[in-house]
């Protein structure tokens, strides 16, 4: 088993987090106690809000010593449990493997997410170790207390170890995958087949099942319907599939008469559902239940896995009649296309950032994966790259965490070895994870990121100049970023002016095919792309 160490606990969490997401198997994180396992609250809520089987190991004093003021001793069930679907205190050497056969299990099943398992430091080390450790806390004195506290040593010692030395073969559990019922599934397909403007939404939980990905993209062909990507679907058909819409999803959704939701709730995105017409008839395929009913009441409500649902419909003989339909929004998309183009062709003192993404959109290989962690620039940069096949973009998802970029990148490039690699990083975001180039750099792993370094917090700046006349706390410098990860050995490119954007790009690229991580630094101008984008 190769073992990856971080520079951080957060970024060992987003690593597993990304393996996950791109296997469909539960990726391992190990932590140490206390501080070590605070640190990884955020990106364990990441994995929870994102549904990815996550598994934790983390640290704890020895058994003995706990409440006791032991080093990092703190109660840590109260911190953690909220975050996981399971949180498992081991006491003892004999619980440890049927602890972890439980967790990959859970993790996986029914809606997934992270399990921790709570592993005391004297269950860890081999037995005759810690008999010495405690022989030497309980001392050789005769008096009465020396005596009960040998005695209740010991009794610990013998309860800790007990059973541990009995033959053990784990039965590994099969996770179980909800799926939704016949009844639901030929319901979502004559209310289809009724429809005149039907439209399809994809998001990151119907790629639970990552195997199932090209049987999934096969199913919506079938349909025959407009779809949109979100999230880990992004990819999910390719990059010009004439199925797949890009542009003005909200008014679509206002147009539509028949709306499926396939692993997408109805939260901020999509406005709490307003999005959708109360005359609509709204099908939400989703694994939780709540999800899928969340602000919005579902016409259908099929309670199941969203990419298996979407295959049991598209074997049913429904027939959408939507030719005009798709003509129209296609429209929409070139029309949108255009105004990018135009807005591409602005220039100024640096970079514009909407040609920047057209130029590494051009540049980036055919098996790229793209890793998001920022707020305007990454924004910008989902209206503009076209992931390449599914599984090939990695964003945080619902809970828009920042510092995601160099843990993602880390998981993806450790699934996806043959895969070329980038961050498209924030000045702000990359902030959080730029010393895991040390990490690349030491294990040889040859990750490109691109830092749109436009000195500021973009996107909070937006909204908050115009509503209070003040960027205070808004501002950051056109800090030498690529300098940063030349010292951790990288290669550090950076890019200032319209006409080094191509050579700095295929710079990049033969760096990481030599086997070298890369950071271009790219001074971008303000633009006002996504003006009054942001959402609460």
């Given at each position: 088993?190769?073992?990856?160490?971080?520079?951080?606990?957060?970024?060992?969490?987003?690593?597993?987090?990304?393996?996950?997401?791109?296997?469909?198997?539960?990726?391992?994180?190990?932590?140490?106690a206390?501080?070590?396992?605070?640190?990884?609250?955020?990106?364990?809520?990441?994995?929870?809000?994102?549904?990815?089987?996550?598994i934790l190991?983390?640290?704890?004093?020895?058994t003995?010593?706990?409440?006791?003021?032991?080093?990092?001793?703190?109660?840590?069930?109260?911190?953690?449990?909220?975050?996981?679907?399971?949180?498992?205190?081991?006491?003892r050497?004999?619980?440890?493997?049927?602890?972890?056969?439980e967790?990959?299990?859970?993790?996986?099943?029914?809606l997934?997410?992270?399990?921790?398992?709570?592993?005391?430091?004297?269950?860890?080390?081999?037995?005759?170790?810690?008999?010495?450790?405690?022989?030497?806390?309980?001392?050789?004195?005769?008096?009465?207390?020396?005596?009960?506290?040998?005695?209740?040593?010991?009794?610990?010692v013998?309860?800790?170890?007990?059973?541990?030395?009995?033959?053990?073969?784990?039965?590994?559990?099969?996770?179980?995958?909800?799926?939704?019922?016949?009844?639901?599934?030929?319901?979502?397909?004559?209310?289809?087949?009724?429809?005149?403007?039907?439209?399809?939404?994809?998001?990151?939980?119907?790629?639970?099942?990552?195997?199932?990905?090209?049987?999934?993209?096969a199913?919506?062909?079938?349909?025959?319907?407009?779809?949109?990507?979100s999230?880990?679907?992004?990819?999910?058909?390719?990059?010009?599939?004439?199925?797949?819409?890009?542009?003005?999803?909200r008014?679509?959704?206002?147009?539509?008469?028949?709306?499926?939701?396939?692993?997408?709730?109805?939260?901020?995105?999509?406005?709490?559902?307003?999005?959708?017409?109360?005359?609509?008839?709204?099908?939400?395929?989703?694994?939780?239940?709540?999800?899928?009913?969340?602000?919005?009441?579902?016409?259908?409500?099929?309670?199941g896995?969203?990419?298996?649902?979407?295959?049991?419909?598209?074997?049913?003989?429904?027939?959408?009649?939507?030719?005009?339909?798709?003509?129209?929004?296609?429209?929409?998309?070139?029309?949108?296309?255009?105004?990018?183009?135009?807005?591409?062709?602005?220039?100024?003192?640096y970079?514009?950032?909407?040609?920047?993404?057209?130029?590494?959109?051009r540049?980036?290989?055919?098996?790229?994966?793209?890793?998001?962690?920022?707020?305007?620039?990454?924004?910008t940069?989902?209206?503009?790259?076209?992931?390449?096949?599914?599984?090939?973009?990695?964003?945080?998802?619902?809970?828009?965490?920042?510092?995601?970029?160099?843990?993602?990148?880390?998981?993806?490039?450790?699934?996806?070895?043959?895969?070329?690699?980038?961050?498209?990083?924030?000045?702000?975001?990359?902030?959080?994870?730029?010393?895991?180039?040390?990490?690349?750099?030491r294990h040889?792993?040859?990750?490109?990121?691109?830092?749109?370094n436009?000195?500021?917090?973009?996107?909070?700046?937006?909204?908050?100049?115009?509503?209070?006349?003040?960027?205070?706390?808004?501002?950051?410098?056109?800090?030498?970023?690529?300098?940063?990860?030349?010292?951790?050995?990288?290669?550090?490119?950076v890019?200032?002016?319209?006409?080094?954007?191509?050579?700095?790009?295929?710079?990049?690229?033969?760096?990481?095919?030599?086997?070298?991580?890369?950071?271009?630094?790219?001074?971008?101008?303000?633009?006002?792309?996504?003006?009054?984008?942001?959402?609460m």
């Open positions: 088993m190769r073992i990856i160490d971080t520079r951080d606990e957060a970024a060992a969490v987003f690593a597993a987090d990304a393996m996950a997401r791109l296997t469909g198997l539960p990726g391992v994180a190990v932590v140490t206390g501080p070590g396992l605070t640190n990884t609250i955020t990106a364990l809520k990441n994995a929870q809000l994102a549904q990815s089987p996550v190991l983390g640290g704890a004093a020895p003995a010593l706990q409440g006791r003021g032991a080093l990092q001793d703190i109660d840590q069930r109260p911190l953690i449990e909220p975050h996981v679907k399971l949180f498992r205190k081991v006491r050497v004999c619980e440890l493997v049927p602890a972890v056969v967790a990959l299990a859970i993790a996986r099943e029914r997934p997410g992270p399990v921790c398992i709570e592993c005391p430091v004297d269950l860890l080390y081999d037995e005759a170790t810690i008999r010495k450790w405690y022989a030497d806390a309980a001392g050789k004195g005769t008096s009465v207390p020396d005596r009960l506290l040998r005695l209740y040593l010991n009794r610990h013998e309860k800790m170890f007990s059973h541990s030395h009995q033959p053990l073969q784990p039965e590994v559990r099969t996770p179980v995958h909800p799926r939704a019922t016949r009844s639901r599934v030929v319901a979502a397909s004559e209310a289809l087949s009724k429809a005149q403007r039907p439209l399809l939404v994809v998001g990151s939980q119907a790629l639970s099942l990552p195997n199932e990905a090209a049987r999934i993209a199913a919506i062909t079938r349909l025959d319907i407009p779809v949109y990507l999230g880990m679907a992004r990819g999910l058909l390719g990059r010009d599939h004439p199925l797949q819409m890009r542009h003005q999803r008014h679509a959704l206002r147009e539509s008469d028949c709306v499926i939701l396939a692993g997408v709730p109805c939260d901020f995105r999509l406005d709490y559902g307003k999005h959708v017409k109360r005359s609509t008839t709204l099908i939400a395929a989703n694994r939780s239940a709540k999800e899928a009913r969340l602000n919005r009441r579902p016409t259908i409500a099929a309670i896995d969203a990419g298996l649902f979407l295959q049991d419909l598209a074997a049913t003989p429904s027939v959408a009649r939507a030719a005009t339909w798709k003509e129209q929004l296609h429209q929409r998309d070139l029309v949108r296309e255009k105004e990018i183009d135009a807005q591409a062709n602005v220039t100024g003192e970079v514009n950032p909407v040609a920047f993404l057209r130029a590494l959109e540049e980036a290989s055919d098996d790229a994966v793209f890793v998001a962690d920022g707020g305007d620039f990454v924004a940069a989902s209206y503009i790259l076209r992931p390449r096949s599914p599984l090939t973009w990695l964003d945080p998802g619902v809970f828009g965490t920042l510092g995601v970029g160099g843990g993602f990148a880390l998981g993806a490039a450790l699934s996806r070895p043959e895969a070329e690699v980038w961050i498209i990083f924030g000045d702000g975001a990359c902030g959080y994870s730029l010393a895991e180039f040390d990490t690349f750099v040889g792993i040859p990750v490109i990121a691109v830092v749109g436009d000195a500021g917090w973009t996107q909070i700046a937006r909204e908050q100049v115009k509503m209070l006349g003040d960027d205070v706390s808004t501002v950051l410098a056109r800090t030498n970023y690529h300098e940063v990860a030349a010292a951790f050995g990288a290669e550090g490119i890019v200032k002016t319209p006409h080094e954007v191509d050579g700095a790009l295929a710079r990049a690229r033969a760096s990481a095919k030599s086997g070298k991580p890369v950071l271009l630094n790219v001074w971008l101008d303000k633009t006002g792309f996504r003006e009054g984008s942001i959402s």
